[in-house]
T-cell receptor, first 115, second 113 residues
Framework: GAGVSQSPSNKVTEKGKDVELRCDPI?????LYWYRQSLGQGLEFLIY????????KSGLPSDRFSAERTGGSVSTLTIQRTQQEDSAVYLC?????????????FGQGTRLTVV | GNSVTQMEGPVTLSEEAFLTINCTYT??????LFWYVQYPGEGLQLLLK?????DKGSNKGFEATYRKETTSFHLEKGSVQVSDSAVYFC????????????FGGGTRVLVKP
C-alpha cells in the first residue's frame, strides 16, 4: 500500500477482554516496529521485527502483550486480559532496513480505550 | 540506557516568530538524531535527521545541528506559520539497537495568526 495501515483506528474494550491490533506495513519494508503513545509515558518502544523474527521484545510491558508477523508483512499486536493502564495509542512503523538513520514511516495508530 | 529530553510545551507563538525547541540526549554510542512531527489528526512524519556530529538536517525551513560536545539537537525555524502548529518529537536511534527510536516527550507548538 501507499503507507502504513493500522486497524482498527479506534477500539473500546472492557477490562479483562483480549484485543488484537493489526499493522500492514509498506510493501517491501523488512523492518516493522510497534510503539505506544500514552499521556503519562510519552512514546515508548514495544517490539520490532526483522522479517518474521523479533530480535528485541524488551519494550513489551508484560507477558499479556505479544506480537507476531507473518509472511514478512502483516503484524498483529495482541493484548490479553486488558487493563485500564493499557489505554493508549498504539503506533506501528516500518522501514526498508534496520540500518541506523533509515527513515521509519508511521501509521496513524490505533486508539485503545479500556473501560 | 539511551534517553532524550526536550523542552515541555505548549509553546505559543505568533506567525513569523522565531521558534526554538531544545533537545538533549544521552546515548552509549554514536546515535543518529531525528525530529519527527505530528500534525493534528495525522501520523508521525520525519521532519529532518542528522547522522553524525556537526551534520545539519533541514526541511521545510526547519534546521537542527548535531552537537556532540553538548549532546544536543535543537530545532529552529526563523519564521513560523500557522501550518507549523503540531507536536514535535526529538528522537535518536543506534544501529546496534536495530534502528529502534528513543523519543523525547514531545513539544506542542501553537502558532497564532
Amino acid at each position: 500500500g501507499a503507507g502504513v495501515s493500522q486497524s482498527p483506528s479506534n477500539k473500546v474494550t472492557e477490562k479483562g477482554k483480549d484485543v488484537e491490533l493489526r499493522c500492514d506495513p509498506i510493501s517491501g519494508h523488512t523492518a516493522l516496529y510497534w510503539y505506544r503513545q500514552s499521556l503519562g509515558q510519552g512514546l515508548e518502544f514495544l517490539i520490532y521485527f526483522q522479517g518474521n523474527s523479533a530480535p528485541d521484545k524488551s519494550g513489551l510491558p508484560s507477558d499479556r502483550f505479544s506480537a507476531e508477523r507473518t509472511g514478512g508483512s502483516v503484524s498483529t499486536l495482541t493484548i490479553q486480559r486488558t487493563q485500564q493502564e493499557d489505554s493508549a495509542v498504539y503506533l506501528c512503523a516500518s522501514s526498508y532496513s534496520l540500518l541506523t538513520a533509515t527513515e521509519a514511516f508511521f501509521g496513524q495508530g490505533t486508539r485503545l480505550t479500556v473501560v | 540506557g539511551n534517553s532524550v529530553t526536550q523542552m515541555e510545551g505548549p509553546v505559543t507563538l505568533s506567525e513569523e516568530a522565531f521558534l526554538t525547541i531544545n533537545c538533549t540526549y544521552t546515548a552509549t554510542g554514536y546515535p543518529s538524531l531525528f525530529w519527527y512531527v505530528q500534525y493534528p489528526g495525522e501520523g508521525l512524519q520525519l521532519l529532518l535527521k542528522a547522522t553524525k556530529a556537526d551534520d545539519k538536517g533541514s526541511n521545510k525551513g526547519f534546521e537542527a545541528t548535531y552537537r556532540k560536545e553538548t549532546t544536543s539537537f535543537h530545532l529552529e525555524k526563523g519564521s513560523v506559520q500557522v501550518s507549523d502548529s503540531a507536536v514535535y518529537f526529538c528522537a535518536l536511534s543506534e544501529g546496534a539497537a536495530g534502528n529502534k527510536l528513543t523519543f523525547g516527550g514531545g513539544t506542542r507548538v501553537l502558532v497564532k495568526p
